[in-house]
């Protein structure tokens, strides 16, 4: 084994192991780990330092990343939320059941528009507040929100950050068309999957809190859900102007990802002139609206491209993507079925963002060997990585978040807690995935049900 391979998957699996313990903040280990790759490669030559900066990081992510967390700053100050959630709330008449669903169908639904990061974050506040004025156990709700965000935001370009990364994926692997993948090829390669997934759940669901539903409806407190239910949710909108516009440059940022292909934009560009449209429009605090982006996000992307970028120039990863299409048979069902959950269970014990950073060059690679209709593979990294994050809190960002805020507000969700009912709801998505995928493999590129 080459010096320079093995000192890069050293840095490599250090690093991951930061991110993993939780001892060192990810994005300070993500960074870190960026510079012992940057100086290991100018040392034995894998990289340059303009390299860094033109072949590294990808910048369409980073970009469509900030553009969309400037656009949610302003939604932030109109109160649509919190509107949202009380509607929710009137809408399940105080049945502990439908607010499990109704709430994950919420952060469903927005998290196709919105990344699910993000709509965890603005949602599991209100979803606190409101479960503790009916005197009722948010745990399950949120769990459900958390879990109904990762499937929901797979259907989508901006949904799941691992989608925004594959989007971005390098066109010179096989599969991955010249101006990557576009808005409607998620839409169209992964929706029907997620619509069955999301109806499967919810039975599931049923069964699994049907107990629980019954004890928690006999402990709502009577005169809160009446104070509840009269409410009405227009009241908590804090400027009907400030919606209106947002709203209106949200619709009009949708329609540019749906036809941004044709137009030959980039996502990032979508999303960047969105936020100059809704700053421009609006005329918010700027230094507010900024301060809300992160900052701490952005740079762990950062690091983590530049990391991945080193190992796969090392060749590492080539070897990885070899010894799986061995195991494999160069079999595209095999392929596709091992990558599918190979990436499930990784989500599951490590953030699905990193372990899509480090999948994307094996994807590439293995893409590359197989030729001609591995594009599949892309879409079964994209399942793998959004479905697989619910199997521990600790697989996405959007359950270590959800996590953190409910111990903050006094509600504890262990790790045995989360796995009990989030490994069941990944087996039987990714077992769904499994057979969406292996239907698409057999009948053609395009999935019979669906046009195109």
Request: glycine letters at 10%.
């Amino acid at each position: 084994m080459e010096l320079s391979l093995l000192i890069s998957a050293v840095i490599f699996v250090a690093t991951y192991g930061a991110i993993i313990s939780g001892r060192v903040q990810r994005s300070v280990a993500a960074m870190v780990g960026a510079v012992l790759m940057v100086v290991a490669g100018l040392y034995f030559g894998f990289y340059t330092e303009a390299g860094v900066i033109e072949k590294a990081i990808d910048w369409n992510t980073i970009g469509l990343l900030l553009g969309m967390m400037l656009i949610v700053g302003v939604l932030e100050d109109t109160g649509l939320f919190e509107a949202l959630s009380i509607g929710v709330s009137k809408l399940s008449k105080g049945r502990y059941f439908y607010m499990i669903v109704l709430f994950g169908l919420l952060t469903a639904v927005s998290s196709t528009t919105i990344d699910n990061v993000t709509t965890i974050l603005l949602v599991t506040p209100i979803t606190l507040s409101i479960c503790s004025e009916l005197e009722v156990d948010p745990r399950p709700i949120l769990l459900v929100e958390v879990l109904f965000s990762n499937v929901g935001g797979v259907a989508t370009l901006v949904g799941d950050p691992p989608n925004i990364m594959i989007s971005g994926a390098d066109p010179s692997y096989l599969g991955v068309p010249s101006g990557g993948f576009s808005y409607m090829d998620f839409i169209h390669n992964l929706a029907p999957t997620v619509i069955i997934c999301v109806v499967s759940s919810i039975i599931a669901f049923k069964l699994l809190f049907a107990e629980k539903a019954q004890k928690e409806n006999s402990k709502i407190k009577q005169k809160a859900l009446r104070s509840l239910l009269d409410r009405d949710p227009t009241t908590v909108v804090k400027d009907w102007g400030l919606l209106k516009k947002s709203l209106s440059v949200l619709f009009f940022v949708i329609l540019l990802f749906v036809v941004h292909h044709e137009l030959g934009l980039m996502p990032a560009s979508v999303a960047l002139i969105g936020a100059a449209l809704i700053l421009l429009l609006t005329r918010p605090n700027v230094e507010r609206i900024v301060s809300r982006v992160k900052w701490t996000t952005l740079l762990f992307f950062a690091g983590l491209f530049v990391i991945v970028h080193g190992v796969s120039e090392t060749g590492l990863l080539t070897e990885v993507a070899t010894g799986v299409m061995n195991l494999t048979s160069g079999s595209i069902v095999l392929s596709t079925l091992a990558i599918l959950f190979v990436t499930a269970f990784g989500s599951a014990i490590v953030d699905n963002i990193p372990f899509t950073a480090a999948m994307i060059p094996v994807v590439g690679s293995m893409s590359n060997q197989l030729g001609m209709g591995s594009s599949i593979l892309w879409w079964a990294l994209a399942l793998g990585a959004g479905f697989g994050g619910n199997g521990t809190y600790l697989g996405s960002s959007a359950g270590v978040i959800a996590v953190k805020m409910s111990e903050d507000h006094g509600s504890s969700i262990s790790f045995k807690y989360w796995f009990k009912y989030g490994a069941v709801v990944m087996l039987i998505t990714a077992g769904i995935a499994a057979l969406m995928l292996t239907l698409q493999i057999i009948t053609g590129p395009h999935i019979p049900f669906l046009p195109g």
